[in-house]
């Protein structure tokens, strides 16, 4: 049997011509930059997430950008964030001329470990990004209670936790601005890159829509920053807006296929997902399970024809180019051990239960 970690035509099939006919519409009206599509989006996505605004541009990490830019994040300031996440967390900090400071995850949700925070803080502490990682929501409750106390601003990294909530509250409306990814692969994708900035505040919301396009004020070609050139595009947002009806259904899916993992991988050697006791809804971003022999693992599965990943195999503060923030191998143990463990087995909402048993079984039996 084979059991893909990702497939997108079975996505698409599913859609076909809702998905066609919306991308036909977009090609024929002629408005290809922001107009009805996209801002039917962003404020569709703004009430799932329970919060006022949405503003829709290019990528994820441009939403990170952007964001941390609204929130006047820039040179001589440190932000906080985990060195187990996608790098484009960081770019983001340092693109933006902050320093990014690390803080070690707890070894099971692979979460920011908020009994870390207060030593990192310094007084050019300006804010924090906690990263949803896997879909699971981070300890929002600890890390808002220390923000609050010093006066740091909270941006969470919810590109792998759209739909997610903690004790009711959803992912995004914790800090004072989150940023989503649409990138395909995502629990909502688009057919190529897009994101979104989501925010409660109104003076973020107004700069991140000025910073999309190039920091422009309300009058045409006056600018009142350096911004960038950032919008989604039209049919990206037609493509997400058919997707988006599907998004719980194909949450609790996930959800499902992660119950099936659960049960056939109880008394095997692999540690199964931590899920928090305070963890509402988990979207499974990713279902990542440890394993001491994780390399044989994945060698074994691949014969099976399972496909697996590794999110996420070096952690950024060893990596080249940011050598330069003087972090070492042995800074950060738990990132370091779950890089050398961790793997992740196919969730994706449009598998069978046959597959995803299949799945199981084959990391069981090994
Ligand atoms: C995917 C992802 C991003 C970046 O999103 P893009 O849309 O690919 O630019 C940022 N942070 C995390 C944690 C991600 O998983």
């Known amino acids: 049997m084979n059991v893909p970690l990702v497939d997108l035509v079975s996505q698409y ?17 002629g408005r290809y930059t922001p107009a009805n599509e996209v801002h039917s989006l962003e404020q569709e996505i703004a009430a799932m997430c329970s919060v006022e605004y949405g503003i829709a541009c290019n990528s994820g990490t441009d939403a990170l950008k952007i964001g941390l830019q609204a929130m006047d994040i820039g040179p001589g300031d440190e932000v906080i964030t985990t060195p187990f996440t996608f790098v484009a967390t960081i770019e983001a900090i340092i693109q933006n001329g902050a320093k990014p400071v690390f803080v070690d995850i707890d070894p099971q949700s692979f979460n920011m470990n908020p009994y870390l925070l207060e030593a990192a803080i310094t007084d050019k502490t300006r804010a924090i990004i906690p990263i949803h990682i896997f879909g699971q929501i981070a300890e929002m409750e600890k890390i ?9 601003l909270v941006l969470e990294d919810a590109a792998q936790a759209i739909g997610s909530t903690r004790n009711g509250l959803s992912s995004g409306a914790w800090g004072i601005a989150a940023t989503l990814s649409f990138f395909p692969t995502k629990n909502l994708g688009a057919a190529g890159d897009a994101g979104m900035v989501i925010t409660n505040d109104k003076q973020v919301f107004e700069k991140c829509m000025s910073l999309r396009v190039h920091g422009m004020a309300k009058t045409p070609y006056l600018y009142e920053d350096i911004g960038h050139t950032s919008r989604m595009d039209e049919v990206q947002g037609a493509i997400l807006r058919v997707k988006l009806r599907k998004l719980r259904t194909w949450n609790d899916k996930r959800r499902q296929h ?9 008394d095997s050697d692999a540690q199964k997902p931590y899920v928090d006791a305070e963890t509402s ?8 399970i440890r394993h001491p022999k994780r390399d044989d693992l994945m060698a074994h599965l691949k014969d099976k024809g399972v496909g697996c990943a590794i999110y996420y195999p070096v952690p950024l503060h060893t990596q080249p ?7 070492n191998e042995g800074d950060f143990e738990e990132t370091e051990s779950a890089c050398e463990e961790v793997l992740s087995l196919p969730i994706q909402a449009h598998l069978t239960s046959e597959q995803v048993e299949y799945a199981a079984k084959c990391v069981a039996e090994f």
């Open 258 to 266: 992660a119950a099936i993992y659960d049960a056939i991988l109880d």
């Open 13 to 29: 099939q599913e859609l076909k011509e809702d998905l066609d006919s919306a991308v036909l519409e977009v090609l024929s009206s």
């Open 281 to 288: 809804y988990h979207p499974y971003h990713q279902y990542t």
């Open 321 to 327: 180019p940011y050598a330069y923030l003087g972090y």
């Open 144 to 152: 808002m209670a220390i923000a609050n106390s010093h006066n740091i």
